[in-house]
């Protein structure tokens, strides 16, 4: 018997990647399902759409990092709902400082999957004694990135951590315990000061820094260590892009979820979440439409799901105030007819992952100092990204398209100043600092579409710009994520309502974690399931089949 489509089990709100997730792991367990999402496109941050005729250009997320280490992917078997993955490989591409010198500064970095080529290129450019250390870098933040994989992938508890990070101070076969003490340094520490403990080359600090900032915090601040201990983790799996663009991974959950019996419904997001006797029983639409539902998940901004509870939000989430910061960056997607040409530097290891466009940390700071006085960066630090070249889904022959991210761009100028009428020209501005590391890049752009922080909570529900939703520094994340209250998935004071999206652990970026726990926690809540009751049935009826066989 098909269930009225103004009744499910569980109703999420938001399509953002999260959303999805947590959709495809309910209606696996034989729930129905239906997402809403007040987008006429699906996947919030993770979506494509055709930009420019014939040209399919993201919206939010191109290279998808962490969700490739979670085994959310497999779990679900995505490639057989239509994800296919391109390997960012080389991953990191860092430009020589002088490339026309016939030494080590007129060379590149190139961080590659294989840890043999990556230390040939840093021993190149930087000397023996960084790619020595880099080697053994791999060896000791292996393990160490490996347990915060899994730290995001549980509730951010006590218990959870000492799970994930116990192991990392047991003594292995011929090896001795790693102090306790140690570890909270390295991890508290600062991405800096990490760098600094490990490496004398300036240009592989700035690459490592640049790379590590992606997260938002600058590499100076306490608690960024892991950020850069990251790297050890992409010789083993890269980024990757999906197939025809980053939308790929949305549309093969949509997919997955609708195989399970799941629906999405676009054009016509959550207004109100309805309340019964103190608890969530389900969500009115823009359209007036009443959705009944044992319960809800949230996978939209904490201040959304704040608003869409209004009188009814307990003092957990009327009171919940996370850091929102102010702003987060700036992106051009550009239409080219040509790819970024580095002098001297072969396309195939500059072009197919992260082109990490900083040659000295004092850049960062000085971009960072200016976010924090309220102004646009007046040296750009850019980061381009040209999947273009190894997927042709992407454009039209003999057209590529090219993602610039300018990170702190502050959301309210401190002059005042409307970003409505200053875009182009900074966008501009970052074109042309990619133009210094490959000269003639900036003739090769015909189209702009600018992504100011205003513009992305416009395009994309991103409160103030915020693309992590809610800051990621050490006050805001693991059990202190969106704020302790509500740390745990769930609303105290409010039953049926459970969160997921960026504003929980673990934060932001292309994940899924988030969405997986809350559905975790939603079943645990919820008991036996269909499934597994049909499971469970059919083992007994073996039982009872087997034990008539013995007596006869």
Known sequence: MSTPQNQADVVVIGSGHNGMVAACYLARE???????ESDSVLGGAVSTVERWPGVQVDRGSSAHVIVRHSGIVEDLDLATH??????????????????GD???????LVFSVDLDATCASIEAACGPEDAAAYRRFVEVWGPRSRAVVASFGRAPNARGLIGSFWPLGAPAEGRPRTPGGELAV???????????????????KAALAWFGAQSGPPMSEPGTAAMVGWVALLHDVPPGHPVGGSGGLTRALRTRLESDGGRVTLGDGAERLLVEDGRVTGVRTRSGRTVRADAVVAACHIDVTRRLAAEDAPPALADAAPPLGNGFGLVVRALTDALPAYPGVDPELALHGLQLLCTDRGQLASAHGDWGAGRVPREPVPLAMSFSASDP?????????????????PYALADGGDWDAIADVEARRLVDAVDRYAPGFAASVQEMYVQTPLALERELSLLRGNVMHVEMGLASMFMLRPTPALSGYTVPGLPGLYLAGASTHPGGGVSGNSGRTAARVLLADRGPLPRARAAAGRSLRRAAERLARARS
């Open 82 to 99: 239509g994800l296919t993955y391109i390997d960012c490989d080389p991953w990191g591409f860092a430009p020589a400082p002088d490339p």
């Open 102 to 108: 016939a030494g080590p500064d007129g060379r590149p």
């Open 186 to 204: 390295d991890f508290l520490g600062s991405g800096d000061a990490l760098l600094d403990t490990w490496f004398t080359s300036e240009r592989l």
């Open 30 to 36: 034989g729930l129905t399902v239906e997402v809403i």
């Open 393 to 409: 889904t992407l454009a039209p022959p003999g057209k590529h398209v090219v993602t610039i991210w300018g990170q702190w761009y």
